[in-house]
């Protein structure tokens, strides 16, 4: 009697299942449970993480899109996936406004510059580094975790901005860009602010600016790249929660109040600033909005770039 009361209760009656396009142990993978313990009971009885890893996510999208519509299967997953993507790859599998209803977003999180040792001590903020980047043109490199993602695309801005050519040079992943940074074997890097976090605090990185509209929180005393005097270098990531575009309406709006309502549970809330993020939690109408917002404004950016991939 429990147990059916319980699904009473909830917005569906078979289990939600999330699909992350990221393995076991990432960030979307971490946001992932931690949602699934507060969706579990309220919004579905039982609530699955399923990992589509691959495609640098593209697998998990292309899922989602051609699965049911019927609120059992969500995806979770960088927005960038769907904002920037499109403008990178020819043949992408998936139209982003077309086959997707943005739900909420669950968290952000800026990008940070970040300087290794091979980089001189009295470059201390992103002005320096532009200044530093232009006397010494074959050091001017800087990493991000994969070529046409976002980070990439903030260090293009960088560029721009400062007026300096800086070389890209593409990793496979944050760890590997990170242990590159920590040894000196590449002069700075743009990643994801929680992945060089530990580093700046212990003294074995320099993290010179951060991408947001604001200081971060948990970094106030590094300026932001418009502060610095580089204007237009701004961009946040957005981890949010898309549903198959054919989803009912009135799910679309439950899961959104389930996860709005997630989004104030203290182990939620405790375990996404464990990882530097910043909570979100937006109306289904304010996240369809900047979703459209998001992928009108990155297409310049990644036509300026001329980079586009080879799948």
Same mark, same amino acid.
């Given at each position: 009697?429990?147990? !059916? ?102 968290? !952000? ?118 502060? !610095? ?53 937006? !109306? ?28």
């Amino acid at each position: 009697m429990s147990a !059916s009361f319980t699904q009473a209760q909830t917005a569906i009656d078979k289990p939600l299942k999330i699909i992350v396009g990221f393995p076991a142990g990432g960030a979307s993978d971490v946001m992932a449970r931690l949602l699934a313990d507060q969706l579990r009971g309220d919004y579905a009885p039982t609530v699955l993480v399923d990992n589509k890893a691959g495609a640098g996510g593209r697998l998990a999208a292309q899922a989602v899109k051609s699965g049911d519509a019927d609120g059992s299967q969500i995806l979770l997953t960088p927005t960038s996936i769907l904002t920037i993507y499109p403008h990178v790859y020819k043949k992408l599998g998936y139209d982003s406004l077309a086959d997707f209803t943005p739900v909420s977003t669950v968290a !952000s999180v800026s990008f940070a510059l970040s300087v290794s040792p091979a980089v001189p001590a009295n470059v201390k903020n992103a002005a320096d580094y532009v200044k530093w980047a232009k006397s010494n043109p074959k050091e001017a490199n800087f990493g991000s975790a994969a070529a046409g993602a976002a980070p990439h695309f903030v260090g293009v801005m960088l560029g721009r901005a400062g007026g300096v050519d800086l070389n890209h040079v593409a990793f496979k992943g944050g760890a590997p860009l990170v242990n590159d940074l920590l040894g000196g074997q590449i002069q700075s890097g743009v990643n994801v602010l929680p992945e060089v976090l530990p580093h700046a605090n212990s003294g074995k990185l320099r993290i010179l600016a951060v991408s947001g509209s604001k200081r971060s929180r948990f970094l106030p005393n590094v300026p932001t790249f418009n502060e !610095s005097g580089l204007k237009g270098v701004e961009a946040d990531e957005y981890f949010a929660v898309f549903a198959p575009a054919k989803m009912p309406a009135h799910l679309v709006d439950k899961l959104n109040a389930s996860i709005r309502k997630a989004l104030k549970s203290p182990a939620l809330i405790a375990g996404l600033e464990k990882m530097s993020f910043e909570i979100g939690g937006e !109306s289904q109408p304010e996240f369809a909005k900047l979703v459209k917002s998001e992928l009108n404004r990155w297409g310049p950016v990644v036509k300026a770039s001329g980079f586009t991939a080879d799948e």
